[in-house]
């Protein structure tokens, strides 16, 4: 037959726990349990150990979020110009940007290996294995195509926001129009239109 095993007097460890300067591990080995049972039980009982008393401020009641986020919104409306931003003026900015952007990548591309040998330097003898994969992943082909792709998507946004409305409509109406009045005729026309 196994021996049945006794049970844990929680009142006496909460007694302990909140009127004695005894360590958890000691109390753990007296009442023979779990030394993080006794902490769990302790932090879900709201347990306090001696002098811990007058240090635990009363909690405080939640602000309310629109006086959390006025005075942020008051001081956005202080930094906003008077007047906003006209399409040109947007495009423009936005270009200098994608232009930091681009020597950004291509700075990071032209010196890829003095970066990771940077890295490596910075986290030699340390064991952070995600940090370093995060580091190099940044550093990765995959990564700099993606970010090479955004930027070019990016500047083609930018000329066709740029470009003025009758500019874009006569490269339609070319589009349309071409091959008219040549031996072909149409282009765009169905195979009936088209000389063999």
């Known amino acids: 037959m196994g021996k049945t095993k006794k049970p844990i007097d929680w009142a006496a460890i909460e007694r302990d726990y909140t009127k004695t300067s005894l360590p958890v591990r000691e109390l753990a ?93 910075a986290l030699a003898g340390k064991d952070n294995v995600k940090q370093r994969a995060s580091l190099q992943k940044a550093l990765s082909l995959s990564d700099r195509a993606m970010v090479a792709k955004n930027l070019a998507l990016a500047t083609k946004t930018l000329a066709e926001a740029h470009a003025p409305a009758g500019k874009k409509a006569a490269a339609a109406e070319d589009a349309r129009s071409a091959g008219l009045g040549s031996d072909w005729g149409d282009d765009l026309a169905g195979p009936a239109a088209r000389p063999n």
């Open 29 to 121: 080995r007296w009442y023979n349990c779990d030394e993080k049972a006794i902490r769990l039980r302790a932090r879900a009982g709201g347990w306090l150990r001696p002098g811990q008393e007058n240090s635990a401020a009363p909690p405080q009641a939640p602000q309310p979020l629109d006086t959390l986020v006025a005075p942020i919104m008051e001081r956005l409306r202080e930094m906003a110009p008077d007047e906003p931003a006209q399409t040109p003026d947007i495009v423009e900015r936005t270009r200098r940007v994608v232009m930091r952007l681009v020597d950004e990548l291509e700075a990071v591309t032209g010196r890829r290996g003095e970066l990771a040998e940077l890295i490596d330097e």
